[in-house]
């Protein structure tokens, strides 16, 4: 089977800096897209920031010129610095991973979440 552990959330002011980190670990071939999404209380979950595996990115423009992925495909890491939080940014932030795995002899692909971090950004 595949984790996916994340780590680095917590309460912060306005304005400060968080770094969340997610590692996978497991019977791992290789990972292809990854990514973090967030839900807020009463708000459906979305994507915050994506990373294909050849370094591609895209973000949600409400994060644009604050939020930054990356990944370490050595460690099987993604990581997500996040810069002059608001207070509109507090929720749950999940990691996403699409997984090429070994099961029987063969590679097949799954889609894994993490179990989620809290971000809260205080007033």
């Known amino acids: 089977q595949v984790q996916l552990v994340e780590s680095g959330g917590g309460l912060v002011q306005a304005g400060g800096t968080l770094r969340l980190s997610c590692a996978a670990s497991g019977s791992i071939f290789g990972i292809n897209a990854m990514g973090w999404y967030r839900q807020a209380p009463g708000k459906q979950r979305e994507l915050v920031a994506g990373?294909?595996?050849?370094?591609?990115?895209n973000y949600v423009d409400s994060v644009k010129g604050r939020f930054t992925i990356s990944r370490d495909n050595a460690k099987n890491t993604v990581y997500l610095q996040m810069d002059n939080l608001k207070p509109e940014d507090t929720a749950v932030y999940y990691c996403?991973?699409?997984?090429?795995?070994?099961?029987?002899?063969?590679?097949?692909?799954?889609?894994?979440w993490g179990q989620g971090t809290q971000v809260t950004v205080s007033s």
């Open positions: 990373i294909t595996s050849g370094g591609s990115t």
């Open positions: 996403n991973a699409d997984v090429s795995r070994y099961y029987n002899g063969m590679t097949v692909k799954t889609n894994y």
